[in-house]
């Protein structure tokens, strides 16, 4: 059976780096190697320009009926005074809520060739791989209340609050434990529970769906020390699992151990579907539209190739194939080639369709 996708590519370089993608694609499908049908779409400011909203109903539509949803980055300038409610980045909320993609994906994959443009030395990054299973929907992002109150003397007071309840907790474990198995067999589940209530709760819900996996090793780590250790001894780690805001920090702390923004891939899962166990999924570079480089055609379209092989791996089982195009990732870095963003002395520097082109070729 086809399995459908649908593109999102957005505003920006989100434009420009989804073209390698569907170049990709139309070759793996010209090939045979795959069956995807493709429909595109718009997405904020390119939506706005079109629609005079952030995403017209009937593309959220398609990206609600999708197998994945491939998504390139909105924003920029050109639409920093329209109203609030249609602002590009309400697109990706909306996607985001509709679909339900409460697991949050993010490698941290240093190829080797990048490993001197770390903010770690070489030897404590070279080969790190590691997965952030970060908790999307829930947490003190959502909690009520949430309010700023007005005392009347003089003083305020905010409140922001945590709020996670059993099933929220238990199937983000359950993705973390299940990639796990994928892996190596380890996860690290991070929390703050010598301070925080919802933290004792996080630990117990994790380690309750734990013994479901007694051949996954299970670590508990505190996330003031995950941070510690993320830029100590990144390798130790595989899978870490954590709550909403933790895990927004600590995926950014990792980030950074790989080189640049323009290598991040994420990936958002939902919940399996009780009948068919399909997930609704959402694929998108971790890096924004970055308004200063767009339309030069110098992008890195790497982090968007990566996130379409995660699309291949998580959304199609279709494992062999996402190595391959990491693979072929990995290769063109060997062979020196780069964008401006990862540029180094020696190396050559290409454009955003040459280096699809590359990857492609090594394809
Ligand atoms: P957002 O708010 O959408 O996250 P941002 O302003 O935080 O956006 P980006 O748009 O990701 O950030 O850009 C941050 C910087 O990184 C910019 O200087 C941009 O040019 C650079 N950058 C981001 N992605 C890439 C890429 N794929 N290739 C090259 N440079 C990039
Ligand atoms: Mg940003």
Known sequence: MAHSLFLLPGDGIGTEIMAEVEKIIAWLNSQGETDFTLDTGLAGGAAYDAHGVAISEEDMQKALAAD????????????????????????????????????????????????????????????????IVRELTGGVYFGEPKQIIDLGNGQKRAIDTQVYETYEIDRIARVAFDLARTRKNKVHSADKKNVMKSGVFWDE?????????????????????????????????????????????????????????????????????????????????????????????????IAMVASFAMALRYSFGMIELANRVEAAISAVLADGLRTGDIAQDNRRTVGTEEMGAAILGKL
């Open 205 to 301: 819900v994790v380690r309750s769906v734990g013994k479901e996996y007694p051949d996954v090793q299970l670590n508990h780590i505190l996330a003031d020390n995950a941070a510690m250790q993320l830029v100590r001894n990144p390798k130790q780690f595989d899978v870490m699992v954590t709550d909403n805001l933790f895990g927004d920090i600590l995926s950014d702390v990792a980030a950074m151990l790989t080189g640049s923004l323009g290598m991040l891939p994420s990936a958002s899962l939902g919940a399996p579907d009780p009948v068919s166990g399909k997930r609704k999924a959402f694929y998108e570079p971790v890096h924004g539209s970055a308004p200063d480089i767009a339309g030069k055609g110098i992008a890195n379209p």
């Open 68 to 131: 994945a949803v491939i998504f390139g980055a909105v924003g920029g300038p050109k639409w920093d005074n329209v109203p609030y409610e249609h602002r590009p980045e309400a697109a990706l909320l909306r996607l985001r809520k509709e679909l339900g993609v409460f697991a949050n994906l993010r490698p941290a994959i240093c190829y080797p060739a990048l490993a001197d443009a770390s903010s770690l030395k070489r030897e404590l990054v070279e080969g790190l791989d590691i997965l």
